[in-house]
């Protein structure tokens, strides 16, 4: 329903996540909001429903995607633009069916920088593989759109966590 109405008023979108962000960091009522944007997101995702991303992007986003050390098969090290960040769920949900986040914890990093940490399950669509692993993907904003993302996922939850750290990636 909330997706439906943004695609009908696209400024709602970035004004809302502005209206969010601007909330005293910490506060139960972003705290809230955050967790519920990011269960919206995940589950566009998971259904290969990117409609909307055109709105929430900022058009000069990044998308940067690590497994483990590196880039994972079949991704390029960054993608430009809505349409960048789109291919990269779309690669994802390719290579992945029956997949889902259970979303973990949402940590505010700063006023417009977000992340996100969820355990990951899927299933290979080609191998029939099962993927169990941890996921951290950390959300930089510019005027209430996301201006990049930083994703990776790696087996170790600290691993996640430590390749955004000790790359630098995203940082301001």
Not at 9 to 37: C, E, F
């Amino acid at each position: 329903m909330t997706e439906r109405a943004a695609l009908r008023w696209p400024s709602m979108g970035p004004r809302t996540t502005q209206t969010v962000l601007r909330l005293p960091q910490g506060s139960r009522m972003r705290k809230a909001m955050l967790r519920r944007a990011a269960r919206i997101a995940f589950d566009a995702w998971m259904r290969g429903d990117f409609e909307l991303v055109p709105y929430v992007d900022d058009p000069e986003v990044e998308t940067h995607i690590t497994q483990g050390s590196g880039t994972p098969i079949g991704f390029d090290a960054v993608y430009y633009g809505p349409e960048g960040h789109c291919r990269t769920m779309e690669i994802w949900n390719e290579a992945w069916r029956n997949w889902h986040a259970e979303i973990e914890e949402v940590i505010e990093e700063g006023r417009d920088r977000v992340l996100i940490i969820a355990r990951v399950y899927a299933e290979g669509s080609a191998s029939g593989i099962k993927l169990d692993e941890w996921g951290a993907v950390r959300y930089t904003f510019r005027d209430g759109r996301i201006l990049r993302v930083d994703a990776a996922f790696d087996p170790d939850r600290d691993g996640a966590l430590d390749y955004l750290v000790e790359t630098g990636n995203g940082a301001s």
